[in-house]
């Protein structure tokens, strides 16, 4: 009987703690983006760890990651919560293609590459310079977030220090119908 009592008051306390953090109003105002900085060159290479949350059209994706980028290549494995791949993506100056159950599907470029097969583009040739808070080569316009370039809103947050100086931990992307936000956890 004892026992039933406290895992019932465990349970109240649980539920009053969890309610309780729902009604903690939001900050005021927005954590202010990094400083834009445009690299002149892209680093040789780099390897990052996170997650990744996605909204396309209306529905909710979430999972981890893992990218190296070396000598202008790209392998971005796609992981489960649990740590099981679920998509490799790699992309050569010559190809792109994504692996996931075994099968493996090529596309002329990343973003229809991933949009046919995660249901999501992922516009991995500009990545690598967002991703390292500078916009890619060409055209791009600043916005009070950050900056917009190729059809996409970028902002980048927060600082990690890095081998190569210090990098964003986190960036947003934006266009029609698509969210993407990427929580970095560990720049090498």
Known sequence: MMRKCLKWMAVAVVACGMSACSSIAPPAS?????????LQTLPERFTLTGRIGVKADGKGYYA????????????????SPL???????QRSAQSVSLTADGKVYDAPDSETLTRDMLGWALPLDPLA???????????????PQGFSQQGWEVASE???????GI????LHLQRPQLDIRMVIHRWQ
């Open 30 to 38: 927005p954590p202010s983006s990094a400083p834009i900085v445009q």
């Open 167 to 170: 990098r964003p931990s986190r």
């Open 129 to 143: 310079w967002w991703v390292n808070g500078s916009p890619a080569p060409g055209e791009f316009v600043v916005t």
């Open 83 to 89: 740590g099981q791949t679920m998509a490799l993506i």
């Open 64 to 79: 981890n990651f893992d990218w190296t980028h070396a000598d202008g290549e790209d392998q971005v494995a796609i992981l």
């Open 158 to 164: 927060g600082a990690l220090p890095t081998t190569m």
